[in-house]
């Protein structure tokens, strides 16, 4: 099957001469092949984010448009922000230079229909669906606004790029979580109790609807070794790579999961290149040796929920040290650069992903340089 030869040619990936430099990221050939390590389970990488002592351009910021739908919308605007934004950000270390242009995350939604209602910092995605037996099959329409409104952000992003930097792979979301989106997240839960054949029938669908649509994306994206940066979870890898998740699975059992989520995420991370799978809160631990089964999955991503200790304490160590013994890669996101180092001497920097905030570039600077030794160890 051809699915499984490119899952199986991927693990002897290596990278060819002539590397594709960035000018705002002059090691970027080095940098990615720490990636390549990672995906690997083998380096360790290390971002931190923080505010850059002096941009890497002199650029003005842009002027917002009158509304906030134009805000969102309009490609010179939004690709002038976000590379006004970049250029005033750290860059060093493991950092990937990009531009983040996506529509919200979980937009596939609007490609199917879905309204989006635009917030200053967000999007929310109006259900659509009332019925999910009766609605027409889910099918990507090339002509559908909001997937030529994605597709022009990203195009006016390649389009300044010009070699300075990346612009990444929208987090379009899928499978469960898209159908919540578009039925409507209660309702979709008494529909897998009542219909489950028609859910699983409409989760294909998605799926279906994601491949072509990510296979769009990444076309207008893709760097010189078919690779893309992810703009959730800040990832690249050398060939299609994304985020997968199901944050619905929190309310559902093992069972269930295995019955509804797992068929359409493995055909996901069979069919992608390098795949990450979001954990998103202690009530989806459940299904954890469930996803360590999934061969196809590359790496884990584990995010606690509010109220429960912070992201890189010792509180989630079990967690990380589960997932290395599992053969997954991890990473550990925006966690407070305090956490950083006990992290690492806990479990070591072998197959670790961390990112890590820091007030200043000069705190970016001394953390990066305490971590080296775990790199080298890794």
């Excluded at 990488?45 to 002027?63: C, F, R, S, T």
């Excluded at 990473?331 to 690492?344: H, R, S, T």
Aim: charged share 25%; aromatic share 8%.
């Amino acid at each position: 099957m051809e699915h499984g030869r490119a899952v199986s040619q991927r693990r002897t990936h290596h990278l060819p001469g002539n590397l594709m430099t960035l000018q705002w990221k002059p090691d970027w050939p080095q940098v990615r092949q720490r990636y390549i390590r990672w995906w690997k389970h083998d380096g360790l990488v290390l971002q931190v984010i923080a505010p850059a002592d002096q941009p890497v351009a002199k650029l003005e910021p842009p002027v917002p448009p009158a509304t906030l739908e134009q805000c969102w919308l309009d490609p010179v605007y939004r690709v002038k922000k976000a590379e006004y934004d970049l250029a005033h950000a750290f860059l060093g270390g493991d950092n990937v230079p990009f531009l983040e242009l996506q529509l919200g995350p979980g937009n596939l939604a609007t490609f199917l229909g879905s309204e989006p209602g635009y917030m200053p910092d967000t999007i929310w995605f109006d259900p659509c669906m009332n019925d999910l037996e009766s609605a027409p099959p889910l099918r990507l329409e090339a002509s559908n606004r909001h997937f030529q409104s994605q597709l022009a952000l990203l195009r006016e992003g390649q389009r300044i790029s010009n070699g300075r930097f990346l612009v990444a792979v929208p987090d379009l979301i899928e499978n469960i979580d898209t159908l919540a989106s578009l039925r409507g997240p209660q309702e979709l839960m008494i529909d897998m109790l009542e219909q489950p054949d028609v859910v699983k029938r409409r989760i294909a669908e998605v799926n279906q609807v994601y491949f072509e649509a990510f296979d769009a994306i990444h076309q207008v994206v893709r760097d010189d070794l078919g690779g893309n940066v992810f703009s959730m979870f800040r990832i690249w890898g050398p060939g299609k790579t994304a985020k997968v998740q199901c944050d619905a699975s929190a309310m559902i059992s093992p069972d269930m999961f295995g019955e509804f989520v797992i068929p359409a995420l493995r055909e996901q991370c069979r069919w992608l290149d390098w795949s990450m799978f979001h954990l998103d809160g202690t009530q989806c631990l459940q299904h954890l040796d469930q996803l360590l089964a999934i061969e196809e999955l590359d790496a884990i991503q584990w995010t606690p929920q509010a109220g429960t200790e912070p992201n890189g304490s010792k509180a989630w160590y079990p967690v990380y040290r589960k997932i290395l013994d599992g053969g997954k890669s991890v990473q550990a996101m925006i966690i407070d650069a305090k956490y950083v180092l006990p992290l690492l001497d806990a479990v070591g920097g072998k197959g670790m992903f961390i990112i890590a905030l820091a007030d200043s570039e000069r705190e970016a600077r001394e953390l990066l340089t305490a971590a080296e030794k775990y790199r080298d160890n890794s």
